[in-house]
């Protein structure tokens, strides 16, 4: 057992009363007399232990320390601690002297020692072996095992054995495995698994049940075909996976199908198609003792991947005969099954629609115009219009009709679906779905046709004919997108009128207008121009070169949906993003709250709303638990080095969970997410205080973080209606406010609090160090050293050819600057003051910091009041650079002054030039931030005067050429008249004037 | 479309379609850890095409501290259901009923006498679900909850403890008829 501070442990049962006392008193010093006198007169280190431990309480560091010395000692001589009870007061002494990272180097290597002097002590071993599991020390733990393994050998606990398995295997993939054994320990795992099969084969051949170091729980099973997968030949691997007693079928017969569904994975990873074939026709013709299919396997990946093998065999006819024999067993029994099962097999009669051989197909010709296709869509859409699923269940195959056959779908078969047997709600969900359809075609090739350019080589978008409509344009086809919206439009004001239809509407999985003001948000967010972030460059701000009016529409008619129905989280969620777009972060708080996105989710949720949030508004930070969730969730999860509830995973013998869990634990340390809460939480404190005492890289969640460290983004988007096509960009990626979270990302903005720290510091007032001199020498080094490392990083990262594309043109600037930056301050604390002119490396690196400033002040300066109300993100930034400027003028001229004042000869402190630069620096940085304050001054008085509900409502409406018109009485009709609008309007005002006044508490320099 | 399989780790960057839903609660990691470590096979997923979970169930084994042995409420080893949810877009499919029938089938391979819940005395809908499964009502416990699901003036409610029996129970010896008329407190329920 690993004690904490909080449970200190209890002394042996031998020890004195008097002793025992004292030590539960915290009594420390009595407890130091007491001990040293009965070491003495018992001769046992024990007691000196407990000295240690007691002096370890005291309060001057020689007394803290002097257990860690003694522990030091005990490591490097080679003792052996002769009893348990020793090391774990040693260990709960020590446990704020010694790094959790040391402890495979200290107590570790006690507990090994202990275990192999005392290998019959089982339950100490695993006392033992379980503190280093909770340490996560895997080098020693599997010493332990092995031991213990070995101890164990005839006993009747199998764990063990498979311990010491699994922790040669996890050695064999951590980096704590000591270089160039990785290969050793796999092997090892894999040669004690492979005997332990063996072991079994013969058992069960011999009908003998006492395999003891064989294969016999599922577990044990399932950890050596994960073994076996990493470490053997592709073939070794089939092999085993069909063997007759032990592989995959020999499983699933049993009801596990676990092993089969891995199987598969590694059997597509390794393009096996004829054994994913011949696994998938074995497993789904098992057949129950009624007679009917088993339905464990009638799953859909499972009906996929068979489908999919079948369109790969050589004679894919007869393959595809099998499947379709197999499926008619299905289909003849399926009244008896779940509704689950199926809409899976009848996805699966659609699938091999779609994957059927040419030679197959073409008894199957087309009939008026009616492909077997369309035909089998129709079919499926007949049964499941009313389900809530059936549009994401028909998307992928929609999408691969070709344009004939979506365009006799959109236009006849679907209208005469909704004719045969008509209810209204029938033909209204036919017609949602086929304004869906016609929505999806928008994004897909296969709608339009290029148009010759008549310019070459021209940058500007390629111009297509839609063949749908027969408009020009660029795509996605305008003219369909208006059609789309007039329609959802009048669909939804015919739904509104049939009020005995609306009585029915809360028996649907989905209120129907819910789906088309969706529809209509959508189609206005690409009429709006929205185009997400470009393929390489950085992101532009993302309404700039938009039409504004028709994203604040898509806005208003979301947003009055969610009023009617707040319980739709897809829809909450997609406003979060636009509100967030809009400049309206304090209202999107107020639709995130209800969300109550907290503990585990957080991870993958928050940053919908909580990337890059300090940017835009950093007052929401005032209130104190706004991030304070994030922090608790990581703080506790990752506070032990081990991923959570290992031990559990040991002692129950729960191996593959054992795997996973690791795999999931080392996930969750390098998360994005994780650094957006250290970043976003020090650039808001920033904000408000200036500079922060505690540097970045003593943030314990961040602390280990290297610049190999590859982050990792996990946010979820399957709550977001998607009605895009594969080729088209997810709703998401239009309406973020920049790229997603990225390992280059969360590193550039590290390293960037890593910058700030170092020009940012300031000793404290009251520090006053005996060696003066030597200790500005040090921290002159340190800050050169820092400075130059943090350029070297942030030029590796921006200078990968990805990166560009994974920040905003803002962020872009801001690191870009920084990296700049930081070199030419190390190059400033470094370079001679001679009289020599700067070596032109020097004078390009000053010219291109110069260059970053100007493009992001050229993005920041904007007359139009809409772009500066939603451009709060590029004056972060610019701010951020500004006041970066400003503390590094300071540094340097800190110690300009400093050496200057230490050496009159002249040769000391920065060279003449750069001081030169520094104060064109500080100029442009003083401009900068006037610029800034100017801004949030002249918003604030604006947001002051009145007419602000009518400014809103005209940017939103009566901004179009005439043409449009019908679509602003679209929306007006949506939200139930323009009247309604103005309380909209009001809400986003509030929060305009809410985040603006924010800004306007922060300090500027 | 759905598969059906264990929960792993990651499935918890993919809930939520499940658990953005008020009605579903969110737990600390160490909760979903918990049961991912001890009992794997009752910790099962339905997935769509895109890998999202669009239900779940989590289910432990096992019964009442030895030391409680000859009490009258001493639960002999059994799985229990601790939670299960399936995503609203998803309903109306069976999922539940599928998620539930792979944890008795699991129940059944971890030799348990009886797979039980605890659901609210008003909550027909679920008990009419259960009861469909053939889950009866074993006993009510009195003031399980401290709430009530429909009246903000009460501040506690009962739960019903519903059980079905394995197949290990051939007798039928851990159900009763009227258990709803057997009352016990919390404390009596381990």
Redesign the interface.
Known sequence: MSYSRHYRPALKSSVDVQLQTAFSDGNWQTVIRLADKRAKSLKDPYYDAIKLCAQSQLDTANDQYSVVFAVDDLVSKGTTVKDLETIELYEWACEDQIEASDYSNTFGVLRSRYVKANPRAITNGISCLQACLLHWDLVNAQQIAAVLDKASSNSNDRRPMFWNITLTYLLSISPQCPDGKQKLFGLLAFKQLEKAAVLSELAEKSNDDLADRGLRA??ELYLYYRVLAKNSSSDDYLKQILHPELGAMKQFEQ????LF?EALDVFEAQERWDQIFELCRQALSLMEDEGVPSYLAA????WKRFIAAASKKSDDEAAFEQVQQLLQTFVSTKSKT????K??IA?AVLETHFRLPQSLLSSKARLDGLSPRVAQICLYLDNNYDR??AF??LK?YVEELDFEEFKYLLEVMIPKLAESEPTPAKSFLLKVLELKFRYLLTTCPQSRSELPSVVSETSEPSSYRCRFCGNTGISPCTSCLEAIVSSAASTRQDINKDAEFVKTIPGL??DPRAHLSMLIGLCLIKLAKLTGKPPTGPAPPPLQETKTFRFLQAVLVLDSQLQETP?D?GLR?LLVELYLLLGCASYAYKLWTP???????Q???SPHFFDRISTLSPSLFLNNRFIAPLWS?YT??LRDPC????W??FS?G?Y???L??T??DD?LRRSCTVVMTVVEERQAALRFRGRLDDPVHESSLVAKITDDTELVN?V?Y??FTNLESRYSAAVQDLVRLGPAPSNERSHLALLTAQFRDVIDYRSPKDYKPAKQQDNLAKEHIYNIEMLSRVHESMTSFLHKTSTPAKLTSAEDALYTFTALLAGFLATALTHPRTPEPLPASIIDNITALKTVLATLRTEFNSDSLLDQLTSMHTLSCLLDIAVSIKHSVVLIGTWHEREQSRDRSGKSGCHKDIIGALKAFDGLAVKAINDVKFRIKSLKEKLGEGGWLDKILDWTFNQSDGSDDILDKAVEDVIGGRGNAEEWAGKVFESWNEGVTGWTLVKME | MANFRRFRPDDLNKFSKCNLDQYTETYELGFYMQYHAKWPSLFQVAEDQDGNIIGYIMGKLESSPEVYQYSEHYLPWHAHITAVTVAPEARRLGIGRLLTQHLEVAADANNAWFVDLFVRVTNDKAIAFYKSMGYSVFRTVKDYYGDHSTDPTLNSEDAYDMRKPCKRDVKLEHIRENGEKFEVNPEDVW
Do not use: C, F, H
Not at chain 1, 338 to 341: E, G, N, T, V
Not at chain 1, 595 to 601: A, E, P, W
């Open positions: 599922e577990e009801g596990k199908k676990q569904l799953d859909w990946k499972v779940a509704q689950m099962y809409k899976n996805l809530l699923s994401n269940d992928s999985d989905k319980n989280n969620l969300l109550d996105v907290k503990r585990t989710i991870d993958a949720l969730y506790n999860t991923p959570m509830r290992i559990d995973a129950t729960s593959s969970s054992i996973d869990m795999e999931y996930r996990a979820d399957g709550s």
